[in-house]
């Protein structure tokens, strides 16, 4: 079992629909991101949390410690939204590396 | 542009041929990473650097791998005599860890746009 696992791996949506993702991790961490993956490959920080609630535009970001979960939210979806949606850990007993254990993805797709 | 840069952005290789790729951070970040992403996963890492020292290797990185970053700036992985396992999407990250007490200042990695390997 992975230690991060997303749900669904695939969405779509018509624009315009509530988006969330979910995010659950099996160890204690000490931060979790949440990153957007165009196709081609670049990948960017959407949120860096460790506690409570975070909220970018019309992205918000939630974590609750205790149950080991996290969900991305998007409002009023568009189709520039589409992309994939990827939830990465820090857990502890990493030490100082800080390196990042990443769940497959949430592809999402938003349709005109 | 002043953001993590990566060269080249795909490469295709023929197998056995040894391969090199290079990544630029973000120029005051001191912590360098190498991931790998095959398709349909997330991101893997690989290895970091904390200035110059690599600090740690993952087991996915077999000996057939090796990466530098030499004066603590731009950083290279190498894959030799590749296989086709190797085709993958390898990614670099920078960021800064910093303060008296070594603490991280924020800890927000910067992602390159990947280097898309594919070996025929």
């Known amino acids: 079992k992975n230690e991060v696992e997303q749900s669904p791996q695939n969405l779509t949506a018509q624009e315009g629909e509530f988006i969330t993702i979910n995010c659950s991790y099996s160890?204690?961490?000490?931060?979790l991101h949440w990153l957007q993956q165009h196709p081609g490959g670049g990948i960017v920080s959407l949120f860096m949390?460790?506690?409570?609630?975070k909220k970018h535009g019309r992205l918000i970001a939630t974590i609750n410690i205790q149950e080991k979960h996290s969900s991305l939210h998007i409002t009023a979806s568009h189709p520039r939204d589409s992309a994939v949606y990827i939830c990465?850990?820090?857990?502890w007993g990493t030490g100082s590396n800080y390196k990042l254990t990443f769940g497959k993805g949430t592809l999402l797709t938003v349709n005109p | 542009d002043t953001g993590v840069s990566q060269d080249p952005r795909h490469k295709i290789t023929k197998r056995g041929q040894n391969v090199t790729f290079r990544c630029d951070p973000i120029?005051?970040?001191?912590?360098l990473y190498w991931y790998r992403q095959t398709l349909g996963q997330g991101p893997e890492f690989l290895t970091y650097f904390q200035n110059e020292a690599q600090l740690e290797k993952s087991r996915l990185l077999s000996d057939r791998f090796s990466a530098e970053r030499p004066k603590g700036s731009f950083s290279t992985l190498e894959i030799q005599r590749t296989e086709q396992g190797d085709s993958a999407m390898y990614l670099c990250a920078s960021s800064l860890i910093g303060g008296s007490s070594g603490r991280a200042l924020g800890n927000e990695q910067f992602f390159g746009p990947g280097t898309r390997l594919t070996v025929l």
């Open positions: 949390l460790s506690s409570g609630k």
């Open positions: 120029s005051e970040h001191n912590r």
């Open positions: 990465a850990v820090r857990s």
């Open positions: 160890v204690g961490i000490s931060a």
